[in-house]
């Protein structure tokens, strides 16, 4: 990694690939600001920098349409002496969150992590969220706006074709020049990456072992395939929920094929001990709707009206909350008439937590599943086969997601 050419630099942001523009200003070893740029991606990240190199202040904007950028999100930290270090859970933080239809939240915690905090509603004016696209070599408005104006100093002339320095990672302190100017580098960062699905198809093969949490010498093992009954899909407009919930929300952008289809869950078991004794907890890791026999060639979230994947920050996903410590698939003619009870709360009405309520006025039906290791937020994955037809839904209880795959997948002792 390095800098590279005006000419590379052009090439690659015309193709849509990585790369990063350090600004310098004399005299001062640390970045003035960097920018992040992967338009293939739709992504300008812009940081700022402190005096001693610390990182104060990000943007990250979105190409969601042509012609202009959406400011997704802000951060900002305060560092009070001179020796903190960067990022430092002392150091005090406002972090805003911004969506193109007008939402926006504000979370500001002056003290740091763990020193309490406040969260309102961002209130960022429309105009302020949106900036026009600029040309190649227009950087000078992102840079003033993560410096919040301060560019004192600072040359945003091209890259000469063999600058002094080397900048080794955007994120890094290079060494410092002897002259002002901003230059190109190749890329040491990725763009922000959503959630991406794992070990889907394995954890609902009976024996998979994975690799073990941090605090266990055993990994969990995939125990049980759990056939929950049959899910009746009168339109094929599948909702994920919380039963207990009075506002099921909007189905799935994709449909299937109207239908009676299997349902299973799986369960995972990591081996413990409790005061001596040998304990195996048993947790649900998934609930899918099988749709076809046909293998899954490759996933996709599963997504409502309105809801942009291109708007997703690192690891981030859209999901289904639980409050109950349940999810359920259930079709849209019938999700506002089954959930929302006292009764779609399976208690001790199933030894493995399911239950299995009727529409008679629609035809379908909802099934409930315990979701994982409770209360939380989780994806649900569409997986379709090699012709792009739909063969799955995974709600993904997110247990397994750090988890790798052991080459050992012989059935555990139970």
């Known amino acids: 990694m390095g800098p590279i050419s005006r000419e590379c630099a052009a090439s690659r942001d015309a193709a849509g690939e990585p790369y990063a523009v350090v600004l310098r200003e004399r005299g001062r070893p640390q970045p003035v600001a ?47 002496t001179e020796d903190m270090a960067e990022f430092a859970d002392r150091a005090g933080r406002v972090l805003v969150d911004l969506y193109p239809d007008g939402r926006g939240r504000k979370v500001s915690e002056p003290k740091g992590i763990g020193g309490g905090s406040l969260h309102t509603l961002a209130d960022v004016p429309d105009e302020r969220r949106w900036e026009p696209a600029r040309t190649f070599g227009d950087w000078a408005w992102a840079v003033a706006m993560a410096t919040e104006g301060r560019l004192s100093g600072v040359s945003l002339r091209d890259a000469p074709e063999a600058p002094e320095a080397v900048e080794e990672s955007p994120n890094q302190r290079g060494p410092a020049e002897n002259r ?102 048993e947790d649900v890791t998934g609930a899918r709707i099988l749709i076809s026999d046909k293998p899954t060639a490759h996933w996709e979230m599963a997504l ?77 994955w569409i997986g379709r086969d090699t012709d792009g037809e739909v063969t799955c839904l995974v709600a993904d209880m997110l247990i397994l997601r750090h988890q790798e795959l052991l080459p050992n997948r012989s059935q555990h002792d139970s």
């Open 34 to 80: 960097v920018l992040n740029i992967a338009w293939a991606h739709g992504y300008l990240g812009v940081w700022a920098y402190d005096d001693q190199g610390r990182r104060t202040r990000e943007l990250d904007l979105r190409r969601l349409e042509a012609g202009r950028l959406f400011l997704r999100h802000i951060a900002q930290w305060r560092y009070d």
């Open 180 to 281: 002002e100017h901003g230059h190109a580098t190749a890329p040491g960062w990725r763009p922000p990456s959503p959630l991406r699905p794992r070990h889907l198809d394995e954890m609902f093969t009976p024996g998979t072992r994975f690799s073990p949490p941090d605090d266990h010498a055993t990994g969990p093992y995939v125990v049980r395939v759990i056939d929950t009954g049959t899910l009746r899909l009168p339109t094929g407009r599948i909702v994920a929920c919380d039963p207990g919930w009075l506002h099921p929300g909007e189905p799935f952008t994709v449909a299937v094929p109207p239908g009676r289809y299997r349902m299973q869950i799986a369960t995972a078991a990591c081996p413990s001990e409790h005061w001596g004794k040998p304990l195996r907890m």
């Open 304 to 380: 409502r009206p309105g809801e942009d994947p291109r708007t997703l920050r690192e690891d981030e996903f859209y999901g289904f909350g639980v409050d109950t410590g349940t999810g359920c698939f259930v079709d849209a003619a019938a999700a506002g008439r089954l959930t929302g009870g006292e009764n779609t709360v399976p208690y001790d009405d199933s030894a493995d937590g399911i239950l299995v309520l009727d529409d008679p006025e629609s035809g379908g039906n909802l099934i409930v599943y315990p979701s994982g290791m409770g209360d939380g937020c989780y994806p649900v």
